[in-house]
């Protein structure tokens, strides 16, 4: 699971063709590149395969230029879409909050900890609270706040922070505002949201207190990409707690806050792993 | 958790009121029962009461009439309801199936070594599957079939089996049919369903297979007293599974099965034990 | 998950060597053999690679014989050994029980359902109590007591039996005997047993006793191949659960018969479905 | 769960006897106090009893004097010991670490969003690491290197922190040295370790290094009041997590850092809610 410090991962994903792992495999051994593991699946309802392939070169000479487009050329035939990681990657990312401290809390310990390869390039906030946190980590902090006028204009300023630092990733750490069908469209696929509740159950505002009121036994969170379709995003990771007649409102958000924190980062963790494959609005997380 | 064989269990609720806990403990010190476990939740939400005490009766001249007269008098001044539950008790149970059998399979399993303290008068199927696995019990069993038109005679038959046998418990073990308003309205508080969803999400029919057009990480059921409200009864427990993208529909069916009759044997034990309180349209559940 | 009627299972390890995979899957490339799903890992601590696939023939023509023949000439260089399973493949088994019947009656509901692709040949018992259970699933019940200076002579029935029948898998459904060397030796890599206990915590005799001694908060159980060091042998599947101080020992016992019967069910559709690989005293399970 | 701001808990044990539940229950009662919940067990193989109520005062004249003199008088013919907590109570602790920050940085996270009723006088430890972390909070940190010859002195030094900062709770965050014998009497009852594996397996060093080696497929913490038997004191909590075997030692490790979080923090929440009681070496805890 921990890789070597010279292991590289290749995800790709196209249509059910036979031919469609042999011609990653293949391609690796002869370019001497032992793989360390391996995972493929084939959807056969949607006839879509992807495969994940972790593997060192065991020669000094890899080229990331020569790989690419040897295998780009290879991949085409089978309509193949394909990322090539290396070692040492650091996805930049972005964070967005609101008020609630208790994810942006966690991912910033496992930041500091090296828990996820990620490089954090910016923290946004549409209030000024969680400033003095993001500032002990020595991270820029923005503080934008919105009103249903300023949305527009605040949205910009966002996007503006994501091209300028190159974010490849954006986290929505217990952001409470609802984003544009623009900025949805913009950031498909590489934004991260946690909600709290198991979607697609108690969608919308105050799910803690729904599920109060119908007196569930269970409560969960759920890690997905953001798309239009509020709370309906594809769904990368979800994580349950027990309760009981005991727990009122306030004590679901409170139980609630832990296993937000785990979905959320470990959601992270698939997709900064290059684990997570999208498509038809479901993923397969390969080799978790 | 195991009770000796003298102990008895006493079951209460009422209004929120000052010695409402008095009254119960007062009462079994006087009587000289022994209290070996007490719990008692108040609903500050709510403003209710509940409380259930297991004891033993140190004196051999118990008399459980003496008991729920002078006891009653007393319960009275708090608009008290409570039930009394001798040690040897098995409560006269009908269980209702269709076609699937892993939950009738599970709980006739427990039935027949005594995990379940309950007596199965009668099996009732809409389909004829399941005589063998009843009859290999011993256990009496009525197949009638049902069709929209015969519903409502259908029904009628059901109810004079469960008046016959005096059964105080319905289980629907996978029961595949609506019951009508009147079935609900007659079996109120008695009748337990086991839906296998994490009910509210994926109401109604093929709950696993709107999981798999979602694409989600958990499944789970929830078993819940029948009303009115189609899968919207009281919830008294619920479980949950981890799954995939690996897993087709029909891999959500065969791993929620494990999880249901884990559920569904879960909340009768709780009913059985008298640990479930219903009002307003939720439980609660003591000392579980 | 579930596999389609004509889809086949490959299993194979080796040496960690360049080319591992590409041997495999350039082979079923060329041998028309669409890839479902595939799953390797490099141990790199003990230098040793495991690969599984699933795959579907798309000729017609597709035999066994020339497969076999074919690899292996492959395999060889790569000293791999290797297992080609079959579609419709019903592994021969041989159970053996003492008096606790939970887990005898779980894999017997499961095999009635087909959900373990296994045929049962035999139960075999040093205790005849669970006789019923066997004949009305219809299968072959064998009674051998045994006792100290018995016990040579009784395992050699057993292995009469398990050779007779062709057996290739031996499940201990809580069979509770310690077996001889010799037997463990004979079945090494093919019998399963089921300990209840988190292993290696409460090895040897009554572990719910020794967790209660302890106070626990958590029980579970372990199911392993046997080997000859007494509840030492490689792991399969461990499962869990939680409890409390209101649980005495026989509530322990109670409790952990459902995690049995869930992790010993789980290890052997592990085995069954060939993901397990065995070797230096541990298991790789593989796209479980 | 959440208590109203005028919600105080009584917590007591004595032997078995008759009228221990009535003592309490009736002497509330008489104070005009409420109880809002309320928990009792007897343990019938130690014959030993506990109770715990939360309760409102429903006259504002309440006491802490009168109840503990009154109720002493009472108490006392039970050879009850009880302990009084008012609603605002903060118990004072002194938290010690060494390197790992992973249990520190969680509880000071729960500390500052007031999760957990607390006030922290000092952070000890033998590596001045964590100083920064401990300062962030405005926490007193105190750096004690430690070792095999100044240990005696050292524990002085600590013990005299805990003297003067009046600490009732002491708790050991990732303290990676073994306490001396009078250290650990001085402190029985009232400090907490997490200990890196499921108690009693794999006690002593490299807990996850010894789980790697066995193969196991669950890791866990156990939280325990430390006793003079290294790895050996009461359990208060344990906590799980599945693994597999692409789970190096580092994996493990790593894996286990949340759970050891979660385990630790929950055993003090039970502790500092006055849930949990001690014993003949176990636990008893009330109503969680």
Redesign the interface.
Same mark, same amino acid.
């Given at each position: 699971?921990?890789r /070597?410090a010279d292991t590289w991962i290749l995800a790709a994903q196209c249509p059910?063709l $036979?031919?469609?792992?042999?011609v990653v /495999? @293949?391609f *690796? +051994?002869e370019q @001497?590149c032992?793989?360390?593991?391996?995972?493929?699946?084939?959807? @056969?309802?949607n006839e879509r395969f992807f %495969?994940r392939a972790e593997f060192r070169p065991?020669e000094n000479d890899f080229s990331v230029e020569a790989f690419e487009e040897s295998f780009g050329a290879r991949a085409v035939e089978f309509d193949m879409s394909f990322e090539l990681t290396p070692p040492n990657k650091r996805t930049k990312a972005v964070i967005m909050v609101s008020k609630a401290? #208790?994810c942006l809390?966690?991912l910033l310990?496992r930041y500091r900890?090296h828990?996820l390869p990620m490089e954090i390039c910016a923290v946004v906030s549409n209030h000024p609270d969680l400033e003095p946190l993001a500032q002990?980590h020595g991270l820029p902090w923005h503080y934008l706040p919105v009103t249903p006028e300023s949305r527009e204009q605040q949205e910009r300023q966002i996007l503006q922070i994501i091209e300028q630092t190159d974010a490849e990733l954006v986290i929505l750490a217990r952001y409470m505002q609802v984003l544009s069908a623009n900025m949805c469209d913009v950031l498909a696929g590489r934004a991260i949201n946690i909600h709290h509740s $198991? *979607?697609? &159950?108690?969608k919308g505002a105050k799910p803690y207190h729904q599920a109060y009121e +119908? &007196?569930? +036994? $269970?409560v &969960?969170a759920t890690a997905h990409y953001i798309n239009n379709d509020l709370d309906e995003g594809? %769904?990368?990771?979800?994580g349950?707690e027990t309760v009981? #007649?005991? #727990?009122?409102p306030?004590?679901l958000v409170?139980k609630g806050r832990?296993i937000e924190c *785990?979905t959320l980062s470990r959601a992270i963790g698939y997709h900064l792993e290059r684990r997570v494959f999208l498509y038809s609005? @479901? /993923?397969?997380?390969l080799?978790h």
């Open positions: 699971m921990t /070597t059910s $036979l031919g469609t792992v042999d /495999t @293949r *690796l +051994k @001497r032992y793989i360390t593991e391996l995972n493929s699946f084939d959807d @056969r309802l %495969i065991l401290d #208790h809390n966690d310990y900890t828990q002990w $198991l *979607l697609p &159950g108690f +119908k &007196g569930v +036994k $269970l &969960g594809p %769904i990368i990771a979800q349950v009981d #007649h005991a #727990h009122y306030e004590d409170a832990d *785990l609005g @479901r /993923t397969v997380v080799g």
